[in-house]
């Protein structure tokens, strides 16, 4: 995971911290970009070596969901 962790930093920190830092705007793309693969590969990482109870994340989500949607219905009247 620390290896993913740095291979999914390394583009970013390039594209969106140092190429811009010396004048270069062309490539400030490629950060969105990496962090949308390191997403991808961390996911597949998680299900994959079962690093993560899937379910347990799943109905952690669920709950929270539920609780966004409870604030905004009572924001909303």
Known sequence: M????VIGSVP??????ALP???IFTYDWGGFISAFGW???M???VIKQNQ???KTVYSELLVVGMIL??????FAV
Do not use: A, D, Q
């Open 43 to 45: 996911s597949y990482s």
């Open 52 to 54: 993560m109870n899937v």
């Open 12 to 17: 970013g920190i390039i594209t969106s911290i």
């Open 21 to 23: 830092s010396i004048g």
């Open 2 to 5: 620390f290896l993913v962790l």
């Open 39 to 41: 997403i991808g590969i």
């Open 69 to 74: 949607l409870m604030f905004i219905g009572f």
